[in-house]
């Protein structure tokens, strides 16, 4: 496996079950890869342990936010 994925939304159009599968496909490459995921799926972000997020506190102005989730 590559030590590096970068995936863009590729859990947005699966349905509940097979967004499981997904998030299990993944934790099993863990241990192998490391994985960037941009995702508006609160059950993939559930598994994930740091979350990053873009906010605007004032217009034109991008501040980064992070939660670790241990």
Known sequence: PSPFCLLDEVDAPLDDANIDRF??????????????????NKRTMEMA???YGITMEQPGVSKLVSVQLN
């Open 23 to 40: 998030n299990d496909m993944v934790r099993s490459l863990v241990d192998k890869s490391q994985f960037i995921l941009i995702t508006h």
């Open 49 to 51: 342990d740091t979350l």
